[in-house]
C-alpha cells in the first residue's frame, strides 16, 4: 500500500491495507494507510472510521494530522485545529527544511480553520498527492 501510494494507485493502495488490517488487526499504520489513501482519492467520510482506530490504537502526531484534514473535509473546522496542532508542535523544531515547511502550510490551515475558512481547496488536496 505505501509503494503504491505515491504513484496514485489508490486503489490499489486501499486493497492492500485492507489486506494488511485483515492479517493483523492490531496495525495502526495500516489504519491510517487506509484513511490517507481514501482522503486522497476523494472519500473523507469513509476514511475517519479507519483513522479514528488507529488513533486507538496508537495514538501519533501523523495520525493526528491525518484526522484533521478528514475532519476539517468534513467541517469539523475546531476539531481539525486540534489534530493539526498535534502535529505542528511534534515537528516544529526539526532540523529538516522539508519537514519545516510543512509545518508553516499546517500552521497556515489552523488559521484558516480558526477563521472559520477551508483551506482544503482542490490545489491543496492535489500538493497533498505529492509530499
Same mark, same amino acid.
Given at each position: 500500500?505505501?509503494?503504491?501510494?505515491?504513484?496514485?494507485?489508490?486503489?490499489?493502495?486501499?486493497?492492500? *491495507? +485492507?489486506? @494488511?488490517?485483515?492479517?493483523?488487526?492490531?496495525?495502526?499504520? #495500516? !489504519?491510517?494507510?487506509?484513511?490517507?489513501?481514501?482522503? /486522497?482519492?476523494?472519500?473523507?467520510?469513509?476514511?475517519?472510521?479507519?483513522?479514528?482506530?488507529?488513533?486507538?490504537?496508537?495514538?501519533?502526531?501523523?495520525?493526528?494530522?491525518?484526522?484533521?484534514?478528514?475532519?476539517?473535509?468534513?467541517?469539523? *473546522? +475546531?476539531? @481539525?485545529?486540534?489534530?493539526?496542532?498535534?502535529?505542528?508542535? #511534534? !515537528?516544529?523544531?526539526?532540523?529538516?527544511?522539508?519537514? /519545516?515547511?510543512?509545518?508553516?502550510?499546517?500552521?497556515?490551515?489552523?488559521?484558516?480553520?480558526?477563521?472559520?475558512?477551508?483551506?482544503?481547496?482542490?490545489?491543496?488536496?492535489?500538493?497533498?498527492?505529492?509530499?
Amino acid at each position: 500500500g505505501r509503494a503504491l501510494t505515491p504513484l496514485e494507485q489508490y486503489t490499489e493502495a486501499i486493497a492492500n *491495507f +485492507d489486506k @494488511a488490517i485483515e492479517l493483523n488487526p492490531a496495525d495502526a499504520q #495500516a !489504519y491510517t494507510g487506509l484513511a490517507w489513501n481514501l482522503l /486522497l482519492d476523494g472519500r473523507p467520510i469513509p476514511a475517519l472510521p479507519y483513522i479514528e482506530q488507529a488513533l486507538e490504537l496508537e495514538p501519533n502526531p501523523i495520525s493526528h494530522h491525518t484526522r484533521g484534514i478528514l475532519l476539517a473535509l468534513t467541517g469539523h *473546522f +475546531d476539531e @481539525a485545529v486540534a489534530d493539526l496542532q498535534v502535529f505542528v508542535d #511534534a !515537528y516544529e523544531d526539526s532540523n529538516d527544511t522539508q519537514t /519545516l515547511a510543512i509545518v508553516e502550510k499546517r500552521r497556515d490551515w489552523i488559521a484558516a480553520l480558526k477563521a472559520g475558512h477551508d483551506p482544503f481547496t482542490p490545489e491543496v488536496l492535489e500538493s497533498l498527492r505529492h509530499e
